[in-house]
Each structure stands twice: as structure tokens, then as C-alpha cells.
């Protein structure tokens, strides 16, 4: 079965970095786009960034964009966001998302706090 595993959310200061990972099984990992979504609570779910199969053309979100950092290493079936200069409003849960053919799938999600 799909399963996606997100790891390395935790409390931040302001201005600080993060690296969130993302551990996927069950499909074929190298055929996909993967995705990093963020929901802030009261607030959408809202894509943060996306990559495709082969690693190009990734695409972010305004607010992230400079900042964040999408890669994805297909020996490891793992998708990475690196998160630097890190704002409070970056505060949210942060999934992992693969859209896969036969059906949409998510992580747990993993806590994101930027506070001082």
C-alpha cells in the first residue's frame, strides 16, 4: 500500500532552517511529481512546492519562493523541502502528497513552529 512518511518538523526561531524529508512506498517513486502542501490552522491547505518526476521544473509558492528549496533523491524514494529563513507565518502542519493515477495520497503531516 502507498504510504508516506514525513520526518523533521520541530520548533524554529525565526530567520532558522529546517529540512523536512519525505519517505514513500507502495508505487513507483521515480515516475511521480511530488508535492510539500502546508495547512496553518483556521487557514487552506495550500501548496508550498512541487517537483517532478525527474527532478526539474520545480514550482513554489510565491511566499516560499527564494527561500524554500524542493529536491528529491529517486535511489531513496524520498522527497526533501529545505526551509531557510524561516518566517512565523511558515507555521503550519506540512504534507507530503503524491498524485498518483489511480488515487491522491498524503502523509501525516509534521508540525512546522517559527517562534522566538
Do not use: H, M
Given at each position: 500500500q502507498v504510504?508516506?512518511?514525513?520526518?523533521?518538523?520541530?520548533?524554529v526561531q525565526p530567520g532558522g532552517s529546517l529540512r523536512l524529508s519525505c519517505a514513500a512506498s507502495g508505487f513507483t517513486f521515480s515516475?511521480?511529481?511530488m508535492s510539500w502542501?502546508?495547512?496553518a490552522p483556521g487557514k487552506e491547505r495550500e501548496l508550498v512546492a512541487a517537483i517532478t518526476?525527474?527532478?526539474?521544473?520545480?514550482?513554489?509558492a510565491g511566499?516560499?519562493?527564494?527561500?524554500?528549496?524542493?529536491?528529491?533523491?529517486?535511489a531513496k524514494n524520498t522527497v526533501y523541502l529545505q526551509m531557510?529563513?524561516?518566517?512565523?507565518?511558515?507555521?503550519?502542519?506540512?504534507?507530503?502528497?503524491a498524485d498518483l493515477w489511480w488515487g491522491d495520497y498524503w502523509g501525516q503531516g509534521t508540525q512546522v513552529t517559527v517562534s522566538s
Open positions: 504510504q508516506l512518511v514525513e520526518s523533521g518538523g520541530g520548533l515516475s511521480y511529481t502542501y502546508r495547512q518526476s525527474a527532478g526539474g521544473s520545480p514550482n513554489y511566499s516560499v519562493k527564494g527561500r524554500f528549496t524542493i529536491s528529491r533523491d529517486n531557510n529563513s524561516l518566517k512565523p507565518e511558515d507555521t503550519a502542519v506540512y504534507y507530503c502528497n
